[in-house]
């Protein structure tokens, strides 16, 4: 039973993947928006959703910490494990808005909530702060993609097939709740299956929520990025992961730091945290060596991604 729950959310999310990133294209070309553009807003919110009720739902129910490790973990899977597999079966090119825009915003939220959780404690003021600085980001991108895109559209309106926009938005939203319903099921099947194979092992909801829960928590942003990569949408591709990381920390953490301070502890600060950054100055590496990110790349970022989960077992295990 556990086994076809399994198979049957990762059905639902390929399907799901598959409307959601067809909707994403429609829409982009009805609003006049960049594929890369809706993949870092309309499609990184709709994958950084699920952190989003977690998030808060741990902040009314009085345990806002959860909130910052579950962010953390998310944003480093995105990176290390979601891309890095993406491009080993998909290959994907960078173009110069990621390089310029979209990951230098990537790097200055994950240093500027490294800077705020510093003292131990995610506060009102840098909560607003941190929600303030993404509304004006996506401002920024969405009018910057607009005025860019809207000549070019003009000139290829009569070689680009258009999706009518009410069927882009059906799409959508089809697409989001077959992510929703897949990961759960997705997460349940694996979980039931993992505690059947640890049952003897007293380490085994910590190996679980290390690997699977985090692996299954990143499996939307995994399902679309490797869906928009085979339909050649690699700007959508990229934009959701490096989107989502962006809306994770400025938009989750910053509207969960509102409903209530968040507590931050010295292990994640000095290990989680700084591993976060070391992945994102990775990642800064790789796109500055060429902008093609193919499967060595890849391979490098899986390895950066399990040596994060062995470290993380080990440290369980008190070995180090």
Known sequence: MSIFILLAGLAVLIIGGEFLVRGAVGFSRAMKISPLVIGMTVVAFGTS?????????????????????????????????????????????????????????????????????SDGLLSLIEGIILFSIILVFTTFIITKSRKKIKKKQ??????????????????????????????????????????????ENPDKDTIIGATVVAFGTSVPELVTSC???????????????????????????????????????????????????????????????GKKIGRIKGVILMLSYIVYIIIILLRVRGVI
């Open 49 to 117: 959703a699920p952190e989003l009720l977690v998030s808060l739902q741990s902040a009314v129910g009085g345990n806002p910490g959860i909130a910052i490790g579950n962010i953390v973990g998310s944003n480093i899977a995105n990176i290390a494990l979601v891309l890095g597999v993406t491009v080993i079966v998909f290959p994907i090119i960078a173009d110069k808005q990621t390089m310029r825009v979209d990951f230098p915003m990537m790097m200055l939220s994950t240093l500027l909530l490294f800077y705020f959780a």
């Open 154 to 199: 003009a000139e290829d309106s009569n070689r680009l097939k258009k999706e009518p926009f009410s069927k882009s938005i059906i799409f959508l939203l089809l697409g989001f709740v077959g992510l929703y319903f897949g990961s759960g099921w997705f997460i349940d099947g694996a979980v039931s299956i993992s505690n059947y194979f640890l049952s």
């Open 227 to 289: 869906v928009a990569a085979y339909r050649k949408e690699t700007d959508i591709s990229l934009g959701n992961l490096i989107g989502s990381n962006i809306f994770n920390i400025l938009l989750v953490l910053g509207i969960t730091s509102m409903v209530h301070p968040i507590e931050v502890t010295q292990e994640i600060i000095e290990f989680d945290m700084l591993y976060m950054i070391g992945i994102a100055i990775l990642l800064m590496f790789i796109l500055a060596i």
